[in-house]
Nanobody, 125 residues
Framework: QVQLVESGGGLVQAGGSLRLSCAAS????????MGWFRQAPGKEREFVAA????????YYADSVKGRFTISRDNAKNTVYLQMNGLKPEDTAVYHC??????????????????WGKGTLVTVSS
């Protein structure tokens, strides 16, 4: 059974940092892009960041560029999201996803092959 399990969410003050992890099990995703998405209450899911299998190419939503960093450790089958300079508008449930199409990730994540259940990030002002 393939699973993506996120961790690392929590409550943090504005300006603080969190590091999210997404651990995959049941198969290896070392050749697939992986990405992070978020969904705030009452809002649609939005793309946050994605990384190609090699880790050499990364992509970010404009709203997080310069503050968030995505990385991956293929040996551990894990992808990370380092979030610095957090703002209240970053509050959301953060999900990771795995799919062969990085274009589909960047366009919003419709049709992703695998999703995690998410981890809640709350940023207080």
């Amino acid at each position: 059974q393939v699973q993506l399990v996120e961790s690392g969410g929590g409550l943090v003050q504005a300006g603080g940092s969190l590091r999210l992890s997404c651990a995959a099990s049941g198969r290896t995703f070392s050749t697939w892009p992986m990405g992070w998405f978020r969904q705030a209450p009452g809002k649609e899911r939005e793309f946050v960041a994605a990384v190609r299998w090699s880790g050499g190419s990364t992509y970010y939503a404009d709203s997080v560029k310069g503050r968030f960093t995505i990385s991956r450790d293929n040996a551990k089958n894990t992808v990370y999201l380092q979030m610095n300079g957090l703002k209240p508008e970053d509050t959301a449930v953060y999900h990771c996803a795995a799919d062969p199409s990085i274009a589909a990730m960047r366009s919003g994540g419709s049709g992703m092959n695998y999703w995690g259940k998410g981890t809640l990030v709350t940023v207080s002002s």
